[in-house]
């Protein structure tokens, strides 16, 4: 719970001795809760593409801004990734549980794969966070809200709108399924959003409108469990985190199935390592 979280960051900031001014967004939706195969309600506000890295919330009561925020947090992780302390760079989970060894090795996702980590993910790199899995096969990473991020995410997004998809379950979105059917060719980019619901929702209000959004309907917390907290237990079995929603994409896209295997093993070795550095099963957590 929250607890484990909390100790769990003071150790990681007690190694590398610095820490953004950030809010916390462990617990409720963390990690992208990918909750409805449906849509949801869409965003509200932040409707312009600059949303993110200009936008302003209230700290202290100083206005900051959020591109700020955000390049503070991103050159906090790049100190992490120098120095990590007691923490694995590559899995975030602490040495003594570090999950990398066990991950499957030579496996790259035929389409290409962006994931958009809200700054608050990053500059806490908390190990409950799974969407730091992706890039162990070949995903990118951008971090919102940094400028030279922005530009070349929206630069490659522009380059092939008709190609490219962003999972996220919005009013308008298609199932995965449907992507696909009737032999119409997959995506040939992929933008995986990761972050609290609340910052998901202002991540898919940058990208371009006209880039289709898709939901997956086969995704569930039973299958892998769950790190983090997502409201009441009635509606936590459908409500399911950043990888584990990615493991249903490529299924319902007809992706390679060894490649779908090997993000499942992933994310396998992930939560035992996991729930091996908590000292107990959050399969469950509500």
Not at 27 to 52: F, H, Y
Not at 200 to 211: E, F, G, S
Not at 226 to 254: M, P
Not at 268 to 284: D, G, N, P, V, Y
Request: aromatic share 6%.
């Amino acid at each position: 719970g929250l607890l484990d979280e909390m100790v769990e960051t003071a150790v990681a900031m007690a190694a590398r001795c610095v820490g953004p001014p950030v809010e916390d967004s462990s617990e409720e939706g963390g990690d992208a809760s990918w909750a409805r195969a449906q849509g949801s309600s869409g965003p509200e506000g932040l409707g312009s593409p600059a949303a993110v890295r200009a936008s302003s919330s209230t700290d202290g009561g100083l206005q900051v801004d959020e591109g700020v925020r955000a390049r503070k947090s991103w050159d906090n992780f790049q100190e992490f990734i120098r120095n990590p302390g007691h923490k694995c760079p590559r899995c975030w989970l602490l040495r003594t549980s570090c999950c990398c060894s066990q991950l499957p090795a030579d496996v790259k996702f035929r389409p290409r794969v962006s994931v958009l980590f809200h700054h608050l993910e990053l500059g806490k790199h908390l190990g409950s966070n799974t969407a730091k899995l992706l890039l162990h096969f070949g995903a990118e990473l951008y971090a919102a809200g940094v400028a030279e991020h922005d530009e070349e995410l929206r630069r490659i997004i522009d380059d092939d709108i008709d190609g490219t998809v962003v999972l996220f379950p919005s009013d308008t979105a298609v199932l995965a399924t449907d992507l696909v059917a009737e032999g119409a060719p997959p995506p040939r980019h992929i933008v995986v959003l990761d972050g609290g619901w609340r910052e998901c929702k202002r991540l898919n209000d940058w990208i371009n409108p006209a880039v289709r959004r898709c939901s997956v309907s086969g995704a569930r917390r039973a299958q892998f469990g769950g790190t983090r907290k997502y409201g009441d237990k009635a509606n936590a079995s459908s409500r399911v985190q950043t990888a584990a929603a990615f493991v249903s994409l490529l299924e319902e896209l007809g992706e390679d199935p060894s490649h779908v295997e090997a993000m499942k093993s992933a994310l396998t070795h992930f939560m035992a390592a996991w729930e091996a550095q908590i000292r107990r099963s959050k399969t469950w957590v509500s």
